[in-house]
């Protein structure tokens, strides 16, 4: 979920495990949703993104569900390795006059145990 | 290709000084975008660009000035540093998505200290 204050919430998990990162939207009319993976001193980096004519979307390793009833959106991430560890973020878009911005949460940090 | 390429990566500035944050992307992407990222906090929207000539004020444009001569740059201008713009600053690109967004991608960030 998003954090408040200066602390992000902390997800740490075994290497092989599953990972599940969970973000809440505001916006009931965003129907464009990305996640983002942030790595120590680098910008963000593009993972996968969902649109919401979809509840569903596989990529490589990664699965973002999205629940429009509750402004839900989950990012799972099979099997994972070492170099997952980074910060996690959402964001979320509007078509029509202002579709061409994103709103981003603060983020999750991942830490994966070897 | 380079994809988002910012300059430079770190810079200390003293209270008052200018500088300007160089961004240049080589995707032929129109839109531009110039964010604010502090300790524990998501990405604020400073400035954004929807192709040359035209840009335009995100949530947090005080104390900050953009120009969009040409497709590939978007520089970010600070004319008079104060304490609280000490911040990573990132730049972002997207393509023209009609009605349909699409990912922005990211450069590395300059890492900018007022003191």
């Known amino acids: 979920g998003e954090s408040v204050g200066l602390h992000l919430p902390t997800l740490s998990v075994q290497e092989g495990d599953n990972s599940i990162i969970n973000c809440a939207y505001s916006n009931s009319a965003s129907d464009y949703f990305i996640w983002y993976k942030q790595e120590s001193g680098k910008g963000p980096q593009f993972i996968i993104d969902?649109?919401?004519?979809?509840d569903k979307r596989q990529g490589q390793r990664v699965t973002v569900l999205l629940n429009k009833t509750v402004k839900h959106l989950s990012l799972q991430i099979a099997a994972t390795q070492p170099g997952d560890s980074a910060v996690y973020f959402c964001?979320?878009?509007?078509?029509?006059?202002?579709?061409?911005?994103?709103?981003f949460g603060k983020g999750t940090l991942l830490t994966v145990n070897p | 290709n380079a994809g988002v390429t910012q300059t430079p990566k770190f810079r200390i500035l003293k209270i008052g000084q200018s500088m300007t944050l160089q961004c240049a992307q080589d995707m032929n992407h129109n839109y531009m975008y110039w964010y604010r990222q502090d300790p524990g906090m998501g990405l604020k929207l400073i400035y954004y660009s929807v192709g040359a000539g035209i840009t335009d004020k995100g949530e947090v444009p005080n104390g900050y000035n953009v120009s969009r001569s040409t497709t590939e740059d978007f520089p970010l201008r600070l004319e008079l540093a104060a304490p609280s713009q000490t911040s990573v600053y990132f730049c972002?690109?997207?393509?023209?998505?009609?009605?349909?967004?699409?990912?922005?991608?990211f450069g590395d960030g300059t890492r900018l200290s007022i003191l």
């Open positions: 964001a979320e878009g509007e078509s029509g006059g202002s579709n061409y911005k994103l709103t």
């Open positions: 969902i649109r919401s004519n979809m």
């Open positions: 972002a690109s997207s393509s023209t998505g009609g009605h349909r967004n699409q990912p922005q991608h």
